[in-house]
Structure formats: structure tokens, C-alpha cells
Nanobody
Framework: QVQLVESGGGLAQPGGSLRLSCAAS????????MGWYRQAPGKQRELVAS???????NYADFVKGRFTISRDNAKNTLYLQMNSLKPEDTAVYYC?????????WGQGTQVTVSS
């Protein structure tokens, strides 16, 4: 089992920034993929960004140039730096990790962008 604990959500103004963190623990592998998904009310969950254990990154078009995904392997922690936030970025953000062929999810953290 792998446990994922997110932190860092909250309220930001349009144009502002937030940083999300996701700490992984348990039976984690050195070969993995991690990422962030988000789900807005009434919408499907969608991929925001992902990163492999080798450091390859992938971003959804709607966050390219604004969000940056990174990880600290020594701390088993994933980050999402979100800049130039827009009201449409408002959603619950979920941390995801694929380990040993299994998928794990965090509990989600609310991000609200509003003036």
C-alpha cells in the first residue's frame, strides 16, 4: 500500500500563486509516475501534470507555462507550483501515484481562485 497526503490548497486571487505538496509513504518504488489531477464541480477529473521517476514531465495544455511539477525523491514528495492562477483553475486537486502497476490517490485539496 501507498499513502498520499496532500497539502497547500486554499484561496488565491486571480494572477496569484499556490504550491501544492504530496507526501508519499508506504510500499513505494524507485520506479514510478506521479501526477496531479483536478476535478471541478460537475466536470470529469482531468490530468493537470505528471512526472516520472526519471524526471520526464507532461502538462495539460491549459496549464503549460503557468504550472510546474517537480519532485524530491529524498523526501518522497511531489510538488505543483501554480502561478498566474485563473478562476477556471478552481477545483479539487488530487495527487496520484502509480507504483508496482497500481494506482493510488490522495484525499484531494481544494483550490479556489477568486477575487
Amino acid at each position: 500500500q501507498v499513502q498520499l497526503v496532500e497539502s497547500g490548497g486554499g484561496l488565491a486571487q486571480p494572477g496569484g500563486s499556490l504550491r501544492l505538496s504530496c507526501a508519499a509513504s508506504g510500499r513505494i518504488s524507485s520506479i514510478y509516475t506521479m501526477g496531479w489531477y483536478r476535478q471541478a464541480p460537475g466536470k470529469q477529473r482531468e490530468l493537470v501534470a505528471s512526472i516520472t521517476s526519471r524526471g520526464s514531465t507532461n502538462y495539460a495544455d491549459f496549464v503549460k507555462g503557468r504550472f510546474t511539477i517537480s519532485r524530491d525523491n529524498a523526501k518522497n514528495t511531489l510538488y505543483l507550483q501554480m502561478n498566474s492562477l485563473k478562476p477556471e483553475d478552481t477545483a479539487v486537486y488530487y495527487c496520484w501515484r502509480s507504483d508496482w502497476g497500481l494506482n493510488y490517490w490522495g484525499q484531494g485539496t481544494q483550490v479556489t481562485v477568486s477575487s
